[in-house]
């Protein structure tokens, strides 16, 4: 099974809450009212948070796709 990754590049969030909303097993917003990618870690400039499933990838992509700024991505993982 192939795994993906969903980048969250946080430090750009405008903290419009849209990925929360729609997604709101992977996302909230913190007490900062910044957007939390739920169990992820951070990677030198972003977070990072591993998946597998199919429909946690179409959930993540989404929840990318409804990003004003453009700073949630999914990647296959190498
Ligand atoms: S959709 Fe993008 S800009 Fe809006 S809260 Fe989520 S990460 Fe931040």
Known sequence: MDKYVVKHF???CISCGACAALSPT???????????????VKVKDHFELVIVTESD??????????????????????
């Open 10 to 12: 946080r430090d750009q």
């Open 57 to 78: 990838r179409v959930e993540n992509q989404e929840a990318a796709d409804c990003c004003p700024v453009n700073i949630i991505h999914v990647e296959k993982k190498k």
């Open 26 to 40: 992977f996302w909230k917003m913190d007490e900062e009212g910044m957007a939390e990618l739920i169990g992820s």
